[in-house]
């Protein structure tokens, strides 16, 4: 089940930003071990986004932990980074949905061990699956996966349904072997996001 925080449940009241930054920070401990106690090094931001139904976005708040290593400011268009090989601390990003709970939480620029074993389509399910279960995403005779799919080189991405409508979109880090990101969505657009467009037809 999604964590709502005690406040948001007592008042109904959207948290301040400091209290969104520590619900995040608690959060990160609790699914990925990350303790952010001392944030030192690292900018922190608060945005808070409206829905968007011609996306098939969702209202949420999201907390970003951005190392400085990342912050570059002001960058003019020709200037070049490479991203890839950039020496930096992870980031964090955590999302609040509307009600205050965990919506998702992703990490970016994790320098895992590489898997001794080939981290395949059908072990990436099950990795998503057992994070769903040990975090209490859902319970296990309700949640079913719907597919997985390459997401980039270095990720797959895993689909699975915790309740009608509702899917967990969970990537997997395809060379470590460990989950790098979840996120709740509505069941038809997490579904999307592994489905291949048909050849003729895009975005337009």
Do not use: C
């Not at 925080?5 to 008042?11: F, L, R, Y």
Request: no cysteine; hydrophobic share 40%.
């Amino acid at each position: 089940m999604l964590k709502t925080s005690e406040n948001a449940k007592e008042t109904g009241k959207p948290q301040s930003d400091a209290a969104f930054v520590e619900l995040a920070k608690e959060a990160l401990g609790d699914y990925f071990g990350v303790d952010l106690t001392d944030t030192t090094g690292y900018s922190v931001s608060v945005q808070y986004m409206d829905a968007m139904p011609e996306y098939e976005a969702e209202q949420q708040t999201v907390v970003t932990f951005l190392p400085e290593e990342l912050n570059f400011g002001e960058i003019s268009a020709d200037t070049v980074i490479d991203m890839e090989n950039i020496d930096t601390k992870p980031m964090y990003d955590v999302s609040f949905n509307a009600e205050g709970a965990i919506k998702g939480i992703h990490l970016s620029y994790v320098d895992w061990a590489k898997s001794e074993i080939p981290v395949t389509a059908q072990s990436a399910e099950e990795t998503a699956k057992q994070f769903v279960i040990s975090h209490q995403l859902a319970a296990e005779d309700r949640l079913k996966v719907l597919g997985s799919a390459a997401a980039s080189s270095d990720t797959i991405t895993v689909v699975i349904q915790h309740k009608e409508g509702r899917a967990l979109l969970i990537g997997v880090d395809s060379l470590a072997g460990n989950v790098r990101y979840f996120e709740d969505m509505a069941e038809k657009s997490a579904v999307k996001s592994i489905t291949p467009f048909e050849e003729g037809k895009g975005l337009g």
